[in-house]
Nanobody, 127 residues
């Protein structure tokens, strides 16, 4: 059974930065892509960023390009999301997800292609 545990969420002010971390266990982490999604109150869950199993080919939602950076450490079984220039519209619960397909050739932005999810970490951006 795969377990994903997110951490790093907090209450911050507009313009601040945060680093989210997802720690994975339960299967060969380095064989699977990882993604970050978020869900704001009253809204559907949406794709934020994803990274391939080998750390290459990161993908970002248009609304975070240039502000967020995804990275992974296959030796530590972790995937991070560095978030800069946070804005109130970034307020959401952020979820880490693990791809269902081993060695997928691209980092997926489809939630249906992820079969393991963390419990989420709250990010609140407010002055």
């Amino acid at each position: 059974q795969v377990q994903l545990v997110e951490s790093g969420g907090a209450l911050v002010q507009p313009g601040d930065s945060l680093r989210l971390t997802c720690a994975a266990s339960g299967r060969t982490f380095s064989s699977y892509g990882m993604g970050w999604f978020r869900q704001a109150p009253g809204k559907e869950r949406e794709f934020v960023s994803a990274i391939k199993w080998n750390g290459r080919g990161p993908r970002y939602a248009d609304f975070v390009k240039g502000r967020f950076t995804i990275s992974r450490d296959n030796a530590k079984n972790t995937v991070d999301l560095e978030m800069n220039s946070l804005q109130p519209e970034d307020t959401a619960v952020y979820y880490c997800a693990a791809d269902a397909l081993e060695y997928r050739s691209v980092a997926s932005d489809l939630s249906s292609e992820y079969n393991y999810w963390g419990q989420g970490t709250q990010v609140t951006v407010s002055s």
